[in-house]
């Protein structure tokens, strides 16, 4: 059986390929109408304003690049099964999205609310990872806030790699 990817969905996977592409300023309910190959008329009835829709934009965002992934960690019970798994999966994100999303947040305060919301909810998850093997809380929060830092910035240096180089790479960082 095929998934039917729901109208309001194709308006929100769309935006956030303008906003990997093309950046935020190209977030127009004209330009989403045309690449959508849908009418304003149907923009405004699944999301009535450019704002709300710029509100549910992040929710997907947040939902695709963080929900999701923290889901699909929990179903691995030993640390060293998450760790792998959360790092196959983050770095499937596109880090072009990423750095495009917290640029965005830099000058707009509805996205920087939303992208601090994301880091503590991974940093939590990522704390919680470490707890086990770490003699106190304050001591896993710590590992958790050096890596995922590390994360951030790898996303600014992954340009310089093969897929195979950064793979390994990878690897060596996150893996135990």
Same mark, same amino acid.
């Given at each position: 059986?095929?998934? #039917?990817? /729901?109208?309001?969905?194709?308006?929100? *996977? &769309?935006?956030?390929?303008?906003?990997?592409?093309?950046?935020?300023?190209?977030?127009? %309910?004209?330009?989403?109408?045309? $690449? !959508?190959?849908? !009418?304003?008329?149907?923009?405004?009835?699944?999301?009535?304003?450019?704002?709300? +829709?710029?509100?549910?934009?992040?929710? +997907?965002?947040?939902?695709?690049? @963080?929900?999701?992934?923290?889901? =699909?960690?929990?179903?691995?019970?030993?640390?060293?099964?998450?760790?792998?798994?959360? @790092? =196959?999966?983050?770095?499937?994100?596109?880090?072009?999205?990423?750095?495009?999303?917290?640029?965005? =947040?830099?000058?707009?305060?509805?996205?920087?609310?939303?992208?601090? *919301?994301?880091?503590?909810?991974?940093?939590?998850?990522? !704390?919680?990872?470490?707890?086990? @093997?770490?003699?106190?809380?304050?001591?896993? $929060?710590?590992?958790?806030?050096?890596?995922?830092? #590390?994360? #951030?910035? %790898?996303?600014?240096?992954?340009?310089?790699? @093969?897929?195979? /180089?950064?793979?390994?790479?990878? &690897?060596?960082?996150?893996?135990?």
């Amino acid at each position: 059986m095929q998934n #039917i990817v /729901k109208p309001k969905e194709i308006w929100l *996977s &769309k935006g956030l390929k303008i906003l990997e592409e093309e950046g935020p300023n190209f977030l127009s %309910i004209d330009n989403l109408a045309l $690449q !959508t190959g849908k !009418t304003k008329g149907s923009f405004y009835h699944h999301f009535k304003s450019r704002e709300k +829709y710029i509100e549910a934009l992040l929710n +997907y965002y947040e939902m695709k690049t @963080t929900v999701e992934i923290l889901h =699909a960690v929990n179903e691995e019970k030993e640390q060293v099964a998450q760790l792998k798994k959360l @790092t =196959a999966l983050v770095f499937q994100i596109s880090s072009r999205l990423e750095l495009v999303v917290r640029a965005w =947040a830099l000058h707009e305060p509805v996205v920087k609310d939303f992208q601090d *919301s994301i880091d503590q909810k991974r940093l939590a998850h990522l !704390t919680e990872i470490y707890l086990p @093997t770490c003699s106190d809380f304050s001591q896993a $929060q710590a590992q958790a806030f050096k890596n995922y830092s #590390i994360y #951030i910035g %790898i996303q600014q240096l992954r340009h310089l790699h @093969t897929e195979n /180089k950064f793979r390994a790479l990878l &690897k060596n960082i996150f893996l135990p």
